[in-house]
């Protein structure tokens, strides 16, 4: 009896380890959709799930810029989270600080969503510099960090994601295609 209890257990530990990929991390699902006059590509975060890395396309750039921006969920709840809006908060990208513009704070559940861009790029060259960044640190990691009067822990109680961009070219490209759309819809409106 002791032996077939050790023996189950021993099997259990093994499909544990073998699985381990699939309980640590997300898959990589991109959602790909057209609003209005844009078109975007988006994918959640792995360490939470709600925050998203988004490529906006509009068609008044005649499908031609892509707006990289991200968001951040947080249940804290200072009372000044709003006057964070168009303020360049420092982050790091996969280890190296930059900023980042918060462009919108909204409540969402019991905390809120903070948008923040990282600019706008010509599409092409940058969907393909990021592919090959990716591709060289096998990662894509943003964490928001403390600067001058500035605490992250303040306003974000998980300040870190990061997100897999396996399928980068493939989704920008079929956000760029639906971008197109909206411009001969319109033409022929």
């Given at each position: 009896?002791?032996?077939?209890?050790?023996?189950?257990?021993?099997?259990?530990?093994?499909?544990?380890?073998?699985?381990?990929?699939?309980?640590?991390?997300?898959?990589?699902?991109?959602?790909?959709?057209?609003?209005?006059?844009?078109?975007?590509?988006?994918?959640?975060?792995?360490?939470?799930?709600?925050?998203?890395?988004?490529?906006?396309?509009?068609?008044?750039?005649?499908?031609?810029?892509?707006?990289?921006?991200?968001?951040?969920?947080?249940?804290?709840?200072?009372?000044?989270?709003?006057?964070?809006?168009?303020?360049?908060?420092?982050?790091?990208?996969?280890?190296?600080?930059?900023?980042?513009?918060?462009?919108?704070?909204?409540?969402?559940?019991?905390?809120?969503?903070?948008?923040?861009?990282?600019?706008?790029?010509?599409?092409?060259?940058?969907?393909?510099?990021?592919?090959?960044?990716?591709?060289?640190?096998?990662?894509?990691?943003?964490?928001?960090?403390?600067?001058?009067n500035f605490k992250a822990e303040k306003y974000f109680d998980i300040p870190l994601n990061n997100w897999r961009l396996e399928n980068l070219i493939v989704s920008i490209s079929k956000a760029n295609?639906?971008?197109?759309?909206?411009?001969?819809?319109?033409?022929?409106?």
């Amino acid at each position: 009896m002791r032996y077939n209890v050790f023996f189950v257990l021993i099997l259990i530990l093994l499909s544990i380890l073998i699985n381990y990929k699939n309980f640590s991390s997300a898959d990589e699902v991109w959602t790909i959709k057209k609003y209005k006059r844009l078109a975007y590509a988006r994918v959640s975060g792995e360490v939470q799930h709600g925050d998203a890395l988004n490529f906006f396309i509009l068609a008044e750039d005649n499908c031609n810029k892509v707006w990289n921006t991200f968001t951040f969920l947080t249940f804290e709840s200072p009372g000044d989270i709003k006057q964070l809006v168009d303020k360049h908060l420092p982050i790091k990208l996969n280890g190296e600080e930059i900023t980042a513009k918060v462009t919108d704070v909204s409540p969402f559940l019991r905390g809120y969503r903070v948008m923040f861009s990282l600019g706008a790029f010509p599409i092409k060259e940058y969907v393909y510099f990021l592919n090959e960044f990716y591709t060289a640190e096998k990662k894509y990691e943003i964490e928001i960090i403390d600067g001058i009067n500035f605490k992250a822990e303040k306003y974000f109680d998980i300040p870190l994601n990061n997100w897999r961009l396996e399928n980068l070219i493939v989704s920008i490209s079929k956000a760029n295609k639906l971008c197109k759309e909206i411009i001969y819809n319109a033409k022929i409106l």
